[in-house]
DNA sequence: AACCGCGACAACCGCCCAAAA
DNA sequence: GTTTTGGGCGGTTGTCGCGGT
């Protein structure tokens, strides 16, 4: 016994923290990987003081303190379309998550648990105790749908999906919100005229209503947020932010969502002070103009 | 006021896979 | 070719707050 516990003493692992984190863990964390990005998990809580493991940094990181993830109750629509995509991939949460923008897998799935398997439930259960030949004609109504949605037929839960479902996870029929997008282009408002954002040759571009000039990426706003994005998803280059080139005429906030996304920022509510506004506030040297409440949203 | 049940959400655990050694 | 390591994912558990009794 004597001689095993002197082993484990050679052998000791590091003691990590488990449980909740503090407001202090995640400013560490955020500026450690705001700052030099993440790397290699396993060397993040080490380089940034942290007595956590790296799986919980990577967790900590992706689900809570990224930015642009957004939080609150899901829409309607949201909930459609995690119904229809769960319907088709199953419990396929990171792949769902990658059609409801700035929502995290874990999120889906808490949601799905607490909230949507109930309903879906309840939907088959109502459905049992509707007379068969409703039934049948609803299954046709519903089968019919299924077959002109876009997002192709209804696979096997095991993963032994048929085409048309390995084809969607491996390429994404619904378009994948960037960085860049939760500033919304589409609504607005460059020195009081309407641009409208496309595509050259698969580079993002933009024109103004009244003009023919296509601009192609050097929106300032794009640009910052490709960078940006970049930054987070090649944390080996550092995140190199394209201080003061917000300029407040340029964008302003509480613009509509023409169908789309509320131009709104929004932050962490649990932080107490809005951490990543702060950030983009120093030093992105964000204009005074842009309003950064607990309230607003922020898409990614 | 205390207790209990429940829902929502955060976080951990274990497994799998791919890349590196 | 094998082992090790890191990252990603899904399932599950833990914690907290709130409402009802």
């Known amino acids: 016994m004597g001689s095993k516990s002197s082993m484990e003493k050679t052998k000791t692992k590091p003691k990590y923290k488990k449980g909740l984190w503090s407001p202090e863990e995640d400013q560490r964390l955020r500026d450690y990987i705001l700052h030099h990005g993440h790397g290699c998990w396993s060397s993040v ?25 957004k ?22 949460w990171a792949q769902i998550a990658q059609h409801l923008p700035g929502r995290t897998d874990n999120e889906i799935k808490n949601y799905w648990h607490s909230y949507l398997k109930k309903k879906v439930m309840d939907r088959a259960a109502k459905l049992e105790s509707i007379p068969k030949t409703q039934q049948d004609i609803e299954s046709s109504v519903k089968s019919n749908i299924t077959s002109t949605s876009s997002l192709g037929s209804v696979g096997n839960r095991d993963g032994s999906s048929i085409d048309s479902n390995q084809s969607m996870s491996n390429q994404s029929i619904l378009p994948k919100l960037f960085f860049a997008e939760w500033f919304d282009l589409d609504n607005i408002l460059h020195y009081g005229q309407s641009y409208n954002v496309h595509e050259v040759d698969q580079f993002p571009c933009y024109s103004y209503n009244d003009s023919k000039d296509i601009h192609v990426v050097d929106h300032p706003n794009y640009a910052m947020n490709l960078e940006m994005q970049e930054g987070f998803t090649h944390p080996q280059q550092g995140v190199t932010y394209n201080e003061g080139s917000c300029s407040s005429s340029e964008f302003y906030n509480g613009a509509a969502g023409n ?12 932080t107490p002070e809005n951490e990543f506004g702060g950030l983009l ?12 409440t607990s309230d607003t949203l922020m898409y990614i």
């Open 281 to 292: 506030a120093g030093d992105l040297d964000l204009p005074n103009d842009i309003f950064l």
């Open 71 to 92: 939080r609150g109750t899901f829409s309607s629509q949201e909930e459609e379309t995690i119904l229809t995509l769960h319907q088709t991939l199953g419990n396929k």
């Open 45 to 69: 809580p080490r380089n940034a003081g942290l007595q956590r493991n790296g799986k919980s940094c990577r967790l900590r990181w992706i689900n809570y303190l990224r930015p642009g993830l």
């Open 259 to 270: 169908g789309g996304f509320d131009l709104q920022l929004k932050f962490e509510e649990q």
